[in-house]
């Protein structure tokens, strides 16, 4: 028996491989397809099922496109109402791979169709769960992105989340393994630990929403208390997931197309684009196209791409690192962002050759920093509460990246003020959203509070924290 998981840090994401006796089945793939494919070849196996806990909501899955190139049946859980064959599983229905079992286990409550899958060894031992959304490293699913999708309250679905990890999974042995759908990073948790794979014993142990003595009151208080509202990507990857999307290799085709300086410009104006900047922060603020938003690619790309344009629909034109073209288009696929133009051919250096516009952002460092806060200057803190809660310069802004389009008012246009996150990369994405939005006076300090730290500027700690 193989178990693999596959990984994908941007997203926090993991897809599950497992194989048996020349058979394979893998749980939850994302939209590009082909590392399961050449796993499976590797070993000249046949995938005989694709299994899905849920429909996901963050990210668009690929069991479409690997249905279509495999034959092998999608499955999903019980309530599940796909527009496109599949099997729906009743609760405790069995499947082989092999000499092994995979038995779903239908456990609502994050969503009403999600389903946790039982993998049993050749011997019929449990193995280990794959636990979707339902259950978490440190945490479990939020309750509340379903709501929309139905006639429940998140207090009702959390209640009903309550009754699934009580009633499926934790009756369940100690030593079996939990390989979770999302780890640290994903917005579809709050509290997730940095691990990806662990047992279901130590999360009894450390997982607060698996203690004893909880009542369900106390869970569904816990499990809503801090959560944000949901990226607004959310909702479309989810009807996505459900409904039915256009094959990679066709938004491949479509959206990786070189276009002239001239080329990209007409297309802008022509469509109103979002001009998308995946190039790093430094080289963004020693020239970009006016207007143009910056997302590095080297960073947690896709989830800000969702968040921060949110209309999976609206046209997107590229300036990328030389030769990370396809990899761009990719990315941006998996949260289903598949109306991408084309882009920029030569680069911002065929732009400015060209003589056309292009605009800078001010960097300062934290030492430089410290005189300007000393001389009382405006600085605003694009970090999450919960990092702005365990150290931040006193009397900031805190403005967090992900609501940063909801509080453009916040910001004084007419005088310098000074943004900072951890260590950049977010500081720069919400300068460059700013700037777009017509708020050109914003200053980015160069490494963040990871700079600020090292210099002797006043800080407010807090002695009791709390993660995300």
């Given at each position: 028996?193989?178990?693999?998981?596959?990984?994908?840090?941007?997203?926090?994401?993991?897809?599950?491989?497992?194989?048996?006796?020349?058979?394979?089945?893998?749980?939850?793939?994302?939209?590009?397809?082909?590392?399961?494919?050449?796993?499976?070849?590797?070993?000249?196996?046949?995938?005989?099922?694709?299994?899905?806990?849920?429909?996901?909501?963050?990210?668009?899955?690929?069991?479409?496109?690997?249905?279509?190139?495999?034959?092998?049946?999608?499955?999903?859980?019980?309530?599940?109402?796909?527009?496109?064959?599949?099997?729906?599983?009743?609760?405790?229905?069995?499947?082989?791979?092999?000499?092994?079992?995979?038995?779903?286990?239908?456990?609502?409550?994050?969503?009403?169709?999600?389903?946790?899958?039982?993998?049993?060894?050749?011997?019929?031992?449990?193995?280990?769960?794959?636990?979707?959304?339902?259950?978490?490293?440190?945490?479990?699913?939020?309750?509340?992105?379903?709501?929309?999708?139905?006639?429940?309250?998140?207090?009702?679905?959390?209640e009903t989340l309550f009754d699934s990890l009580r009633n499926k999974i934790m009756p369940l042995a100690d030593d079996i393994t939990v390989y979770p759908a999302h780890g640290a990073g994903s917005a579809c948790g709050k509290k997730m630990m940095k691990e990806t794979v662990d047992t279901l014993g130590n999360q009894k142990k450390?997982?607060?929403?698996?203690?004893?003595?909880?009542?369900?009151?106390?869970?569904?208080?816990?499990?809503?208390?801090?959560?944000?509202?949901?990226?607004?990507?959310?909702?479309?990857?989810?009807?996505?997931?459900?409904?039915?999307?256009?094959?990679?290799?066709?938004?491949?085709?479509?959206?990786?197309?070189?276009?002239?300086?001239?080329?990209?410009?007409?297309?802008?104006?022509?469509?109103?684009?979002?001009?998308?900047?995946?190039?790093?922060?430094?080289?963004?603020?020693?020239?970009?196209?006016?207007?143009?938003?910056?997302?590095?690619?080297?960073?947690?790309?896709?989830?800000?791409?969702?968040?921060?344009?949110?209309?999976?629909?609206?046209?997107?034109?590229?300036?990328?690192?030389?030769?990370?073209?396809?990899?761009?288009?990719?990315?941006?696929?998996?949260?289903?962002?598949?109306?991408?133009?084309?882009?920029?051919?030569?680069?911002?250096?065929?732009?400015?050759?060209?003589?056309?516009?292009?605009?800078?952002?001010?960097?300062?460092?934290?030492?430089?920093?410290?005189?300007?806060?000393?001389?009382?200057?405006?600085?605003?803190?694009?970090?999450?509460?919960?990092?702005?809660?365990?150290?931040?310069?006193?009397?900031?802004?805190?403005?967090?990246?992900?609501?940063?389009?909801?509080?453009?008012?916040?910001?004084?246009?007419?005088?310098?003020?000074?943004?900072?996150?951890?260590?950049?990369?977010?500081?720069?994405?919400?300068?460059?959203?700013?700037?777009?939005?017509?708020?050109?006076?914003?200053?980015?300090?160069?490494?963040?509070?990871?700079?600020?730290?090292?210099?002797?500027?006043?800080?407010?700690?807090?002695?009791?924290?709390?993660?995300?």
């Amino acid at each position: 028996m193989i178990v693999e998981q596959i990984y994908t840090g941007c997203l926090a994401q993991g897809a599950y491989y497992i194989e048996s006796n020349g058979e394979a089945a893998v749980i939850d793939p994302l939209r590009e397809v082909e590392p399961y494919l050449q796993r499976a070849r590797k070993n000249n196996a046949i995938i005989k099922y694709i299994f899905e806990t849920h429909f996901h909501a963050d990210f668009v899955s690929g069991h479409l496109t690997l249905s279509n190139k495999t034959k092998a049946p999608i499955i999903f859980g019980p309530l599940a109402d796909p527009n496109f064959d599949v099997i729906i599983a009743k609760d405790g229905q069995t499947f082989r791979i092999g000499d092994v079992t995979i038995t779903a286990l239908h456990t609502p409550g994050h969503t009403m169709e999600s389903t946790t899958y039982l993998l049993r060894d050749a011997n019929g031992k449990d193995h280990a769960i794959f636990s979707g959304d339902t259950l978490f490293l440190g945490d479990v699913g939020r309750p509340d992105l379903a709501q929309k999708q139905g006639k429940m309250t998140q207090e009702q679905l959390a209640e009903t989340l309550f009754d699934s990890l009580r009633n499926k999974i934790m009756p369940l042995a100690d030593d079996i393994t939990v390989y979770p759908a999302h780890g640290a990073g994903s917005a579809c948790g709050k509290k997730m630990m940095k691990e990806t794979v662990d047992t279901l014993g130590n999360q009894k142990k450390v997982n607060y929403a698996l203690r004893d003595d909880m009542t369900k009151e106390e869970f569904v208080k816990e499990v809503i208390d801090g959560l944000g509202p949901p990226p607004q990507y959310f909702p479309e990857n989810v009807q996505l997931n459900r409904l039915g999307y256009e094959d990679i290799d066709v938004i491949l085709e479509t959206g990786n197309k070189p276009l002239s300086p001239d080329a990209f410009e007409d297309a802008a104006t022509r469509t109103g684009a979002v001009v998308l900047d995946v190039r790093n922060a430094d080289d963004f603020a020693k020239a970009h196209i006016p207007n143009a938003i910056f997302i590095g690619i080297d960073g947690g790309f896709a989830p800000w791409v969702g968040t921060l344009i949110g209309d999976t629909k609206h046209p997107i034109l590229l300036i990328t690192p030389d030769g990370r073209e396809k990899e761009t288009i990719t990315r941006l696929s998996r949260v289903g962002f598949d109306n991408t133009l084309g882009f920029l051919e030569g680069g911002i250096n065929a732009w400015v050759k060209q003589g056309k516009a292009v605009e800078q952002i001010e960097n300062i460092s934290a030492q430089e920093l410290k005189v300007r806060v000393d001389n009382g200057a405006a600085i605003v803190d694009v970090r999450k509460q919960s990092e702005y809660s365990s150290v931040h310069i006193p009397q900031v802004m805190l403005v967090p990246l992900d609501e940063i389009n909801q509080n453009l008012k916040r910001f004084d246009n007419n005088k310098p003020f000074y943004l900072h996150c951890a260590g950049g990369y977010r500081s720069m994405i919400a300068l460059s959203i700013l700037k777009n939005r017509g708020i050109h006076t914003g200053i980015n300090v160069l490494g963040g509070m990871k700079s600020i730290k090292e210099t002797d500027i006043s800080l407010q700690q807090s002695s009791c924290t709390t993660t995300s």
